[in-house]
């Protein structure tokens, strides 16, 4: 009887164990981890989301950045598609935007100038004499506050940054939402929400650095890439777009039809040696504001497919032509000039001094949005 009971106890508790602990694969979780400390001692958390077929992404809360993405290959080998640090510190120092979110102003405004209601402003010099992404401290060397998006039934994480009127130069308090959803479709979906107390200026973006091989020891050279653009904004040697919509077609800048991103990156062509290779903005076909597919990038070898979806305006596409080596990243690896390459939704760099291009300015009453997603396949 008492062998009886205790292998009900046993069974009842192999039972009871199997509950807590299904099947991973088959379950979304998120778990919660220290990543570091600040210099001021605040504490930096890491989130990892993982999705029901295994896709796991990890983001901290320092700069919103996205410290790790990894998805399968054709064989279903699982590996980390972008570039980063081991530690805070990398990023606490790095001055290349790895994996974060950038702002206010992602890209370039001319000599930090423009106007607003007929006022004049002046943001953070810190790029030549042009202003770049956010300035000193952008919003991706910043505390952000996060939270579990707890109704979700795909792992999302909300995070959520306040900027006060005058920071680098900018006008009205900035409250600025980014939630991070990892969808059972292998997308990363990254939506945008901001709302101003003043009239401002809003144009955040995703940094990550995407290599899809699945060793930073390669370039991204033979990635074949698709972009849905007929045109682009050409720029001066400082970046600053002239004004003007160029046409794609006969240029290095036609991916209109799937090519390999080295073919043309070293072709001696004007705007080619401005960006030291590419670091252009591409004018999206029109999407009347809603989520279109704007690039499709490929990696032959792992059979890695990206797809990139966005309801906005432009594409910022940049092949780590400031990568030289001095980075060091994830395992120690030295980062080398294109190791990754940067897809920034956004719109048109130095838009505030060009009325001609989508507008940038966000009221008090308006919601600036964003959806882009990053969809990952083999094929
Ligand atoms: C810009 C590059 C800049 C890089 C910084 C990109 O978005 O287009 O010009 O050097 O960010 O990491």
Not at 35 to 57: A, H, I
Not at 169 to 188: A, I, M
Request: hydrophobic share 30%; charged share 20%; proline share 5%.
């Amino acid at each position: 009887m008492k062998s009886l009971f205790l292998c009900l106890a046993a069974l009842l508790f192999i039972l009871s164990n199997e509950a807590c602990q299904p099947n991973r694969k088959e379950q979304s979780y998120m778990t919660t981890s220290v990543f570091g400390k600040l210099p001021d001692n605040r504490e930096v958390l890491q989130y990892t989301l993982t999705n029901r077929t295994g896709v796991s992404m990890q983001v901290i809360n320092y700069g919103a950045i996205i410290t790790s993405l990894r998805v399968p290959d054709r064989t279903g080998k699982i590996e980390d598609v972008v570039l980063g640090y081991d530690s805070l510190q990398g990023y606490v120092d790095g001055t290349t935007y790895f994996g974060a979110i950038v702002g206010r102003y992602g890209n370039r405004i001319g000599k930090g100038k423009f106007q607003l209601d007929g006022k004049q402003y002046q943001v953070t010099i810190n790029d030549g004499e042009n202003h770049l992404h956010g300035g000193k401290v952008g919003f991706n060397k910043v505390l952000w506050q996060a939270k579990v998006v707890s109704s979700s039934a795909e792992p999302a994480l909300e995070l959520q940054y306040i900027s006060k009127d005058g920071e680098e130069g900018y006008p009205g308090n900035v409250t600025l939402k980014v939630t991070y959803t990892l969808t059972d479709k292998n997308e990363l979906r990254i939506s945008y929400e901001g709302t101003t107390d003043q009239p401002t200026i809003l144009n955040p973006t995703q940094h990550s650095y995407f290599n899809l091989s699945g060793s930073f020891a390669n370039t991204i050279l033979d990635h074949v890439m698709t972009i849905e653009a007929d045109r682009f904004t050409p720029v001066d040697k400082g970046l600053i777009p002239t004004g003007q919509l160029a046409e794609v077609a006969n240029t290095p800048l036609d991916f209109r039809m799937p090519t390999a991103i080295g073919t043309r990156i070293n072709d001696p062509f004007e705007q080619l040696t401005f960006g030291k290779g590419y670091d252009h903005n591409w004018v999206l076909r029109e999407g009347g504001g809603q989520v279109r597919k704007a690039v499709e990038l490929y990696e032959p070898k792992s059979g890695r497919l990206m797809t990139v979806y966005t309801d906005q305006p432009g594409m910022q596409f940049y092949t780590g032509n400031f990568l030289d080596g001095t980075a060091h990243g994830k395992n120690g690896v030295a980062y080398q000039r294109r190791t990754g390459l940067c897809l920034e939704a956004q719109a048109f760099p130095d838009t505030p001094n060009k009325p001609q291009f989508p507008s940038v300015t966000l009221k008090p009453g308006q919601v600036y949005r964003q959806t882009t997603i990053y969809q990952f396949s083999t094929k």
